[in-house]
C-alpha cells in the first residue's frame, strides 16, 4: 500500500502521540505498538516502530545504567516531537535500525503474540 502525503502526515502524528502515551506511563509500550498503523511504507513510522521496540526489550540494561535509559528516552522525545508537525525523521536515526531488520512487523497477524513471535526472531540472543 502506497502512503499519501496527507496520510504520512497523519500516521506520523498519530505515532508522535502513541510514543507521548507510552513515556507518559498512559499506555504500555506493547498497546501502544499495538496502536501503530498497520501496513505503513513510511521509513520513518517504521524507525519509530522499532525505537518502541528497543525501549521495551532493553528494560534490564536501561535499570542498570540511568546514561542509557536517558538516551532512550530522548529519543523517543525528539521522535514524537519531529511527529508532531508530520516531519520525517533525520536520515541517520532511519538508517541506524535499517541493518537490523528484514522487513518491517507493521502487520500483525495473531495480536500480540504475533508482534513477540516476529520481534524475537529480530533479536539475535
Given at each position: 500500500?502506497?502512503?499519501s502525503?496527507?496520510d ?5 502524528q498519530?505515532?508522535?502521540n502513541?510514543?507521548?502515551?507510552v513515556?507518559?506511563e498512559?499506555?504500555?509500550v ?12 513510511d ?8 525505537a518502541?521496540?528497543h525501549y521495551e526489550?532493553d528494560e534490564?540494561?536501561k ?7 536517558n ?5 523517543l522525545?525528539l ?5 508532531k ?5 533525520p536520515q541517520?536515526i532511519i538508517?541506524?535500525?535499517k541493518?537490523?531488520?528484514k ?9 500480540l503474540?504475533?508482534i513477540?513471535?516476529k520481534l524475537f ?5
Amino acid at each position: 500500500m502506497q502512503d499519501s502525503g496527507i496520510d504520512l502526515i497523519k500516521q506520523r502524528q498519530a505515532v508522535g502521540n502513541i510514543i507521548i502515551a507510552v513515556l507518559t506511563e498512559q499506555i504500555s509500550v506493547k498497546k501502544g505498538l499495538l496502536l501503530f498503523p498497520k501496513d505503513c511504507t513510511d521509513p520513518s513510522v517504521q524507525a519509530a516502530w522499532h525505537a518502541l521496540c528497543h525501549y521495551e526489550a532493553d528494560e534490564d540494561i536501561k535499570a542498570k545504567d540511568a546514561d542509557y535509559d536517558n538516551q532512550q528516552v530522548e529519543l523517543l522525545e525528539l521522535i514524537a516531537f519531529t511527529f508532531k508537525d508530520g516531519n520525517p525523521l533525520p536520515q541517520n536515526i532511519i538508517d541506524a535500525y535499517k541493518p537490523y531488520y528484514k522487513e518491517i512487523p507493521l502487520s500483525f497477524d495473531g495480536g500480540l503474540k504475533g508482534i513477540v513471535k516476529k520481534l524475537f526472531r529480530y533479536i539475535n540472543f
